[in-house]
């Protein structure tokens, strides 16, 4: 899993299975830049159609998973409410 704070909100919210397609979404993303440039030498045409039809399956019930959680996403304090936080408890 991807250590990251704004990844936060799916563990915290209870949406490890969008975390997960998030996830596989960007590896599906990666593979399909990476066969792109790898053509360049030698193309891999099948496997890049794979690799794209994966990506497209989980990207449609990536963004379903992710429609509730745009008000939580928004909800989050900005930066400057984080820092303000921050500087009060430090003093």
């Known amino acids: 899993m991807i250590c990251n704070p704004g990844w936060q909100l799916f563990a915290r919210d209870g949406s490890p ?3 997960s397609a998030v996830s596989l979404f960007i590896v599906g993303c990666v593979l399909t830049h990476l066969l792109k ?4 030498r030698r193309a ?3 496997l890049a159609g794979i690799v794209k039809v994966l990506t497209a399956a989980v990207s449609l019930p990536t963004a379903v998973m992710l429609i509730p959680l745009i008000p939580k996403a928004i909800a989050l ?4 409410q984080l820092n303000g936080i921050n500087y009060a408890q430090s003093c």
Do not use: D, G, I, T
């Not at 440039?37 to 360049?40: E, F, L, N, T």
């Not at 304090?77 to 400057?80: A, E, F, G, N, Y």
């Open 77 to 80: 304090p900005s930066r400057q």
């Open 37 to 40: 440039a790898r053509a360049v």
């Open 17 to 19: 299975a969008a975390c």
């Open 44 to 46: 891999f045409y099948r």
